[in-house]
């Protein structure tokens, strides 16, 4: 069974630009959350789908990033315009069916974004 | 922020287990205690959760006070491979909304060395 998966791997883009990321979850799972590291801090949470739906989105820096989950099952995140601060690791993770007894979170190998 | 103290980082003898504490004194009682690992600029890969008693599985064992503020996870024969900076979380199960979310502190930095 393929796990998380994320493209692009790695982004260089200039301050102003935008930025597309995106994540397969793996088959099945109905949690899709969005993470991000950046530089020197830790692991930070941004949004959580649960199939289409935002369930939360507490951790969105501003209203230059935009979360998408069209069908329930890959999701994008978009940066535009891109900012200095934006540059990081981005990490998707997914999990089953919080009911059906799967919450455990797996991550996909993350997209590391650099903004000039 | 993080309901978790960890050690910032520990040694360890290839071949040796590998002990790693985790306070959580503040626990809830509906709060399973997680342990994630990051190895170099990987995604975090999920190593064991528990809630009040002991877990094994193939890749480590994890043991939970019977007070439930503190834990150690434990490597049982560590490699090179097992270099990482490895995570204890405490969430709550089966919620939804921000309750479920996985915060990360800093984590300790365990190197095995030969």
């Known amino acids: 069974e393929a796990g998380v998966t994320q493209f692009p791997s790695h982004s260089v883009i200039e301050k102003g630009q935008t930025v597309t990321l995106r994540c397969d979850p793996i088959?099945?799972?109905?949690?899709l959350y969005w993470y991000r590291r950046v530089m020197g801090k830790e692991i930070k949470f941004l949004l959580h789908f649960v199939k289409e739906s935002k369930q939360d989105e507490s951790g969105m820096p501003n209203n230059r990033f935009l979360a998408e989950r069209t069908g329930g099952t890959y999701s994008t995140l978009k940066v535009q315009p891109a900012e200095l601060e934006d540059s990081g690791v981005y990490f998707c993770?997914?999990?089953?069916?919080?009911?059906?007894?799967?919450?455990?979170?797996?991550f996909g190998p993350g997209t590391r974004l650099t903004v000039l | 922020d993080a309901k978790t103290t960890q050690p910032p980082s520990m040694d360890c003898a290839e071949g040796r287990a590998a002990n790693l504490p985790c306070n959580h004194s503040t626990i809830s009682g509906n709060e399973y205690v997680y342990w994630y690992r990051q190895i170099h600029s990987q995604g975090p890969q999920y190593i064991i959760h528990g809630l009040k008693n002991n877990e094994t599985n193939e890749m480590a064992s994890l043991i939970i006070t019977e007070d439930r503020k503190s834990s150690t996870l434990i490597l049982p024969h560590a490699t090179l491979r097992d270099t990482a900076v490895y995570y204890c979380i405490v969430r709550v199960w089966g919620y939804g909304g921000s309750q479920g979310n996985l915060i990360f502190g800093k984590g300790t930095k365990l190197s095995v060395k030969p």
């Open positions: 088959s099945g799972h109905d949690n």
């Open positions: 993770a997914s999990s089953q069916d919080r009911l059906a007894g799967g919450d455990t979170q797996y």
